[in-house]
C-alpha cells in the first residue's frame, strides 16, 4: 500500500462497502483521511472521549470538548444531517427518487442550505412554487437544494409585493451567458494533496480559466451574491463579468492561505486571500477542481 490511509480505505471497503468511519458514540460519520489529518491531541482526546461515551459518562464537560474538536475540524454530526434530511424531505417530497442517493457531502450541502435559507418563514405555497421549479433543472439533490435556495435569495432580495424574476425566466435568461463560465481544469482520480497542489499551482501558472462545475452551484453563488437579479431591470451581464473577471483576478494574485481536506475525507477546500477578495476552490472526487465561492472586497 502507498500510505496508511490507502491501507485503512481498503480494509473499510472490504468490511463495510464504505470508506467513512462510523464512530458511533459520538454520532459523526467521517471519511478515513480526514480522521488522519487530526493533530495527535485530538484523535487523543477523540478517542478517550468515545470511550467515556460508551461508558455512559456524557458530563456537559466531556460533551463541551467534544463538540470544540468537531467544530475546529467542522464536522456535523449524524444528528444534525438527519434533521436537514427531514426538512429538506419534507419540502422535496417530489424528488423522493432522489433522497436515497445522497451522499455524505450532498448531505452536508443541503445541511448548510437548509440552516441558511430558514425555510419556516416561507409560506407553504410558495415553499411548493419553488421546489416545483427546481425540480424541473435539478439532477441531484444538492443541485435541487442549490437552486431552491437560488429562487429564495431572488425572492428576499425584492420587497413584499413587487415582482420577483422565476427561477425558470432566469434560467432562461442566463444560460447562454453562464455557458462560459461552467469550466473546470481537471485531474487524475485520487490525487495526492501535493500532486493536488501541484496542479493547481501549474493551472494558476498558465492563466487558466476556473470557473463553475454546475448549473445549480453557479446559479446559487451569484443570487447569493446579488449578482443575478430579483427582476429584469438590472444590468446583471456587466456585473456577472465584472465578477467572474474579479474571482480569476483574486485567484491569479495569490497563493493558498489554507487547504482544507472536508468530511467525507475526499473532497478539498482551497482558500485564496488579497485585496481583490476571497476565492474558494474545491477539489471533487469526480477529478473536478472549480470555483465554490468567490466574495469581492467592497
Not at 424531505?89 to 433522497?99: E, G, T
Request: glycine share 4%; proline share 4%.
Amino acid at each position: 500500500f502507498s500510505n496508511e490511509a490507502h491501507l485503512l480505505e481498503t480494509i473499510s471497503q472490504g468490511l463495510y462497502e464504505s470508506l467513512l468511519v462510523q464512530i458511533v458514540p459520538l454520532d459523526i460519520s467521517i471519511g478515513i483521511n480526514k480522521l488522519l489529518s487530526f493533530n495527535e491531541n485530538s484523535l487523543r482526546d477523540l478517542y478517550c472521549f468515545q470511550k467515556q461515551y460508551a461508558l455512559g459518562n456524557k458530563s456537559e464537560q466531556i460533551q463541551s470538548e467534544i463538540s470544540s474538536i468537531l467544530d475546529n475540524n467542522k464536522i456535523v454530526t449524524n444528528q444534525q444531517l438527519t434533521e436537514a434530511y427531514e426538512t429538506f424531505q419534507s419540502i422535496a417530497s417530489k424528488s423522493a427518487a432522489m433522497l436515497p442517493s445522497l451522499t455524505l457531502m450532498e448531505l452536508i450541502t443541503v445541511s448548510n442550505i437548509v440552516d441558511s435559507c430558514n425555510f419556516k418563514t416561507l409560506k407553504k405555497s410558495l415553499l411548493n412554487q419553488f421546489s416545483s421549479e427546481a425540480l424541473n433543472f435539478s439532477q441531484s439533490p444538492a443541485g435541487f437544494a442549490q437552486l431552491l435556495a437560488a429562487q429564495i435569495n431572488l425572492y428576499r432580495q425584492v420587497k413584499e409585493g413587487q415582482n420577483f424574476v422565476s427561477l425558470t425566466s432566469l434560467v432562461q435568461q442566463v444560460v447562454p451567458s453562464l455557458d462560459e463560465y461552467l469550466a473546470c481544469p481537471t485531474i487524475s482520480n485520487a490525487p495526492t494533496q501535493a500532486e493536488l497542489d501541484s496542479t493547481i499551482k501549474q493551472t494558476k501558472a498558465a492563466n487558466q480559466f476556473i470557473g463553475f462545475a454546475d448549473l445549480p452551484s453557479a446559479i446559487y453563488q451569484f443570487t447569493k451574491r446579488n449578482i443575478l437579479p430579483p427582476n429584469s431591470a438590472t444590468d446583471w451581464p456587466n456585473q456577472l463579468a465584472q465578477y467572474i473577471e474579479k474571482s480569476q483576478a483574486c485567484l491569479l494574485m495569490s497563493s493558498a492561505s489554507d487547504a482544507e481536506q472536508l468530511q467525507d475525507g475526499q473532497h478539498w477546500l482551497y482558500s485564496f486571500n488579497n485585496s481583490i477578495g476571497e476565492a474558494t476552490l474545491i477539489y471533487r472526487p469526480d477529478g473536478y477542481i472549480c470555483l465554490y465561492d468567490f466574495s469581492a472586497s467592497n
